[in-house]
């Protein structure tokens, strides 16, 4: 059997598909170099460029095997050279039995230096990252940045974990959330795994830690955390960490761990001006392969959104869906009326009342059958979860309502579950057309429902 098969026209259609349903960029890091192995008229063997394709079958073997199947039939399977035998579902099956410190980290292919648009609000941090990432633990020890949520503390840190996997990828990093890290240790505590916890966050070379801010009344979680963090320290290791104030802001932890904190470099990253909006939006754009027929629509959303980054570019997205769902082209007048749900503006020019937390679980609970009531509830059918999780989502990116707000209105649950809320919404319609346009449908509904209060 040769190396690799001939392209056939089924093959075509379906990497077609694919494009389609996971978006330009994200096809063309991963999905592009997938070569046809074999086909038996029952498996769809694939094998990808070296060393990827256990995290391609983990993150994209649902959605290769939909496509296939779209095109060849509902029975057939996916699988990978290296094992011909095992289908991509499986392998998310066996992928989640493997012991952490096994698997290699996985970092978001979009948070790049590259893709990480500089001003003078993040020039400093950014350098001090690049610096960490091309000379860990030599340069700037520990590295602590610090901002409001949504400007780029998270970008990155990813950026740090990309950069050291493509040029020094013997080079072991972990990137954790203080949740993570927090529900992990209570994990080994009960399970008596604690040794075993502790090799897998103290046995790295670079250690990134996201939301330190969360370790404030976890007395036994903070404990296990300084001792992680001399552990790394000590011995010359890299740590950077994130957080949404500075150090000497963090009242409900120990001074000897603020005090850590601040033996390094501390970089705040303030809001990016006009000109970084703009170029912001034109990158993001770019990478998403979105045809705007105006760039006065750049200026636009520039202008009105000020506060961070997520929001800038989740206007971006708002656009995108409402172009998708009606054909109308990208222009000013797509804009200002999809911005109408961020900022409505009454005809002398003052506002007009924007969305509210209670008419998004309305909008949702509707468009699922649901009453506002279930939403809210402690039910984690799918019917129900799924549908609260886009809720949730929705009120982070369409409100000014806190994390804490947002999770008392959904049954009085904690910021954690928020962020995992919205983590969830992000993974499942970067991968699922159908999920992608269930939010699509309700940032319509929603965009036409401000359009109506605003008349």
């Known amino acids: 059997m040769p190396a690799h098969l001939e392209p056939t026209p089924a093959w075509q259609d379906i990497r077609s598909q694919l494009r389609r349903t996971v978006g330009e960029s994200t096809y063309d890091i991963w999905l592009a170099p997938l070569e046809l192995k074999s086909w038996d008229g029952s498996v769809l063997v694939l094998q990808g460029k070296p060393g990827t394709d256990s995290w391609v079958a983990d993150r994209f073997g649902r959605v290769l095997e939909r496509c296939a199947r779209q095109r060849l039939g509902n029975n057939v399977k996916v699988a990978f050279a290296g094992d011909p035998a095992t289908v991509a579902r499986d392998a998310l099956t066996q992928a989640a039995h493997i012991h952490p410190e096994h698997q290699r980290e996985r970092f978001n292919p979009r948070y790049t230096f590259n893709q990480f648009i500089i001003g003078d609000g993040n020039r400093m941090a950014h350098a001090a990252a690049l610096a960490v990432a091309e000379a860990p633990g030599q340069t700037i020890n520990p590295l602590f940045l610090h901002a409001p949520p949504g400007l780029g503390k998270t970008h990155l840190l990813h950026a740090i974990g990309n950069y050291i996997g493509e040029f020094d990828p013997q080079t072991n990093v972990r990137y954790t959330t203080v949740e993570a890290f927090t529900n992990g ?15 897998l966050y103290r046995d790295v070379d670079v250690l990134l830690i996201d939301d330190v801010q969360f370790l404030a009344s976890k007395a036994k979680t903070e404990e296990e955390f300084f001792h992680t963090f001399n552990a790394i320290y000590d011995s010359g290791r890299q740590l950077v960490l994130t957080c949404d104030r500075l150090p000497s802001q963090l009242t409900g932890i120990e001074q000897r761990l603020r005090q850590r904190f601040e033996a390094g470099l501390v970089e705040h990253l303030t809001r990016p001006d006009r000109a970084t909006r703009v170029a912001i939006l034109r990158k993001r754009a770019k990478l998403d392969n979105l045809v705007v027929a105006d760039s006065a629509v750049f200026d636009l959303l520039a202008e009105r959104i000020t506060d961070n980054v997520r929001s800038l570019e989740g206007a971006l997205q708002r656009l995108a869906a409402n172009h998708s769902l009606t054909g109308r082209p990208i ?13 409505p503006h009454s005809s002398d020019g003052s506002p007009s009342g924007p969305l509210t937390i ?9 468009q699922f059958k649901l009453s506002a009531a279930e939403l809210c509830s402690e039910s984690r059918r799918a019917s129900v979860a799924w549908p609260r999780q886009l809720a949730i989502h929705l009120s982070r990116e369409l409100t000014d309502a806190p994390l804490q707000r947002i999770g008392e209105a959904f049954g009085g649950r904690n910021h954690a579950t928020v962020l995992h809320a919205c983590k969830r919404v992000q993974e499942r319609t970067t991968v699922n057309k159908e999920d992608a346009a269930d939010l699509q449908a309700l940032l319509s509904t929603l965009t036409a429902n401000t359009a109506d209060r605003g008349c």
């Open 185 to 199: 240790f209570i994990a080994a505590l009960n399970g008596k795994a604690l040794a075993r916890f502790k090799h």
């Open 331 to 343: 222009d000013p007048e797509l804009a200002l009326a999809v911005l109408g749900q961020l900022a």
């Open 358 to 366: 209670d008419q998004i679980q309305e909008v949702v609970a509707s």
